[in-house]
C-alpha cells in the first residue's frame, strides 16, 4: 500500500501541466496583457504529496521511500517548470494562418492573429518574426529563428516557399498542419508500444525469479539427489 501511495503521488507530481485551447485565448480587452507560462503547481497536488507523505510517516515506512518522494516531488516540479509546446499548438497555428491567409490576410497578420490563441513558447518566438516582416525584413531572415527550430520549421519553410502568393500559402499549410498531427499520432503510438513493454516487463521480474524457485530449483535439486 505505501509503494502504491508512492508511485501514484510521484506519478501525478511529475504530470506536466496541459492547458486547453481556450484557455491560452487571450481576450480583446487584455491583448496586451503579457502572457506567462502556467508553471503553478495545482493545490490538489500538494494536497496529495502531503497526505502520502504523511501515510508514510504514520503508517510506517522505509526512510528512503520519503526520500524518493521528496526527490520525485522535486524532479516533477522542475519538468512542469520548463516550457514547451503542446502537441496540438502549433498545427493549430498553421490552420489559423491558413484560415486567415484564405481570407486575405497578408502573412504577418496572419501569423498576429494565429499567435493570439498560442501559448508563451510560440508567442515568444512568433511575435519577432511578425515584427520583422512588418518592417520589410526578406522572408529568408525574418523566419530564419524558426527554421532553426525542428518543430516550426515546416511552418517557415512553407511560408518562405509561398512568399507573395497567400491562397497556395493557405493550402500549403493545411498540408504542413495535417502532416504535423500524423507526426504526433505516431509518436504517441510509439510511446504506448514502449509502455506496454515497460509494463510487462516489472511482472516478468517478480515472477520469473519466483517460477525459478518454485519450478526449476526443486526439480534441478531432485534430480541431483538421483544422481547421488
Known amino acids: 500500500m505505501t509503494a502504491a501511495v508512492l508511485a501514484f503521488t510521484a506519478a501525478v507530481l511529475c504530470w506536466p501541466p496541459r492547458l486547453a485551447a481556450a484557455r491560452r485565448v487571450r481576450r480583446p ?5 503579457p502572457v506567462g507560462p502556467t508553471v503553478q503547481v495545482r493545490r490538489p497536488v500538494i494536497l496529495l504529496a502531503a497526505l502520502a507523505i504523511g501515510a508514510l510517516l504514520l503508517v510506517g515506512g ?61 508567442q515568444a518566438r512568433g511575435q519577432p518574426v511578425v515584427g520583422a516582416l512588418r518592417a520589410g525584413t526578406p522572408p529568408e531572415d525574418a523566419w530564419a529563428d524558426w527554421l532553426t527550430e525542428e518543430q516550426l520549421a515546416p511552418i517557415a519553410r512553407t511560408c518562405i516557399r509561398t512568399y507573395g502568393s497567400g491562397a497556395a500559402a493557405a493550402t500549403e499549410l493545411v498540408r504542413v498542419a495535417a502532416r504535423m498531427r500524423a507526426g504526433v499520432r505516431t509518436q504517441r503510438q510509439q510511446r504506448v508500444a514502449r509502455a506496454a513493454v515497460w509494463i510487462v516487463f516489472p511482472l516478468g521480474l517478480c515472477f520469473l525469479p519466483a517460477f525459478v524457485a518454485v519450478g526449476v530449483v526443486p526439480l534441478v535439486v531432485s534430480l541431483v539427489a538421483r544422481l547421488h
Open 62 to 122: 522505509p526512510a528512503w521511500m520519503v526520500l524518493l518522494l521528496v526527490v520525485a516531488g522535486f524532479v516533477g516540479g522542475r519538468a512542469r517548470a520548463v516550457e514547451r509546446p503542446a502537441p496540438d499548438e502549433i498545427p493549430v497555428t498553421a490552420d489559423l494562418m491558413a484560415a486567415c491567409l484564405a481570407a486575405g490576410a497578408g502573412i504577418a497578420d496572419a501569423l498576429a492573429a494565429a499567435l493570439a490563441a498560442a501559448g508563451h513558447w510560440l
Open 29 to 33: 480587452d487584455r491583448s496586451t496583457a
